[in-house]
């Protein structure tokens, strides 16, 4: 069964404190790994996909990177605004179109 | 951009009433899914389409059904409300099978 796990369920960080986050997966194949961030009562929001392990993709202070067990979201610096819960998902190869989820790490940034 | 609509942003329903929570999708995706998310639990596939009138069973479809006429539009159902069922629900859009999705802003359910 595909699996996706993310740690830490929750991080606090001061402004400036630069961090990681972790995305764990198992799949039979890996087409895609994506990155969402979602704010409270709203729907999430696309970051990032990733293919292959050495790839690495960034978005002002997000940074994401895979390899074949794992992803990780680098946070450089952050602010503030960068408080939200991050997704991360897989998409496996083969017919499938859907994505598993993880539950998401809740990530506030302290001023 | 693309844009995937939800018709309601809260609801509150009584137990055993009936439900359609709507989505529409404005860029021609093939794709479509339902989600529900709970604190917890992260997000869980209800149900997903494909195609028009097409229909897939995703981890939890028990208690709900779909309905795709039109390409653009997809409606979760639930045929008689329970209190189990109050929960976060999000509808996604993709084209074709190597891409992410768009969501929708989610509607918050209540069965009272």
């Known amino acids: 069964e595909d699996q996706v796990t993310q740690s830490p369920e929750a991080l606090r960080l001061q402004e400036g404190e630069s961090s990681s986050l972790n995305c764990s997966y198992t799949?039979?194949?890996?087409?895609?790994l994506f990155w969402y961030r979602q704010d409270p009562g709203k729907g999430p929001e696309f970051l990032f996909t990733l293919y292959s392990a050495g790839e690495e993709k960034e978005k002002e202070r997000l940074k994401a990177t895979l390899t074949k067990k794992e992803s990780f979201l680098h946070i450089t610096a952050p602010k503030p605004e960068d408080s939200a819960t991050y997704l991360c998902?897989?998409?496996?190869?083969?017919?499938?179109?859907?994505?598993?989820f993880g539950s998401g790490t809740q990530l506030t940034v302290l001023p | 951009d693309v844009k995937v609509t939800q018709s309601s942003r809260y609801l509150v329903k009584r137990t055993g009433e009936k439900v359609f929570l709507e989505c529409v999708q404005d860029m021609d995706h093939e794709n479509m899914f339902w989600y529900r998310q709970d604190p917890g639990l992260g997000l869980r596939l209800i149900y997903f389409?494909?195609?028009?009138?097409?229909?897939e069973k995703g981890d939890i479809p028990e208690g709900y059904s779909v309905s795709r006429e039109k390409k653009e539009r997809f409606s979760l159902i639930l045929e008689s409300a329970s209190t189990n069922q109050t929960s976060m629900y999000l509808c996604a859009s993709s084209f074709a099978r190597v891409t992410g999705y768009t969501f929708g802003s989610g509607t918050r359910l209540t069965v009272v």
């Open positions: 389409s494909y195609d028009v009138k097409m229909k």
């Open positions: 799949v039979s194949g890996l087409r895609g």
């Open positions: 998902a897989v998409q496996q190869t083969g017919s499938a179109r859907q994505l598993t």
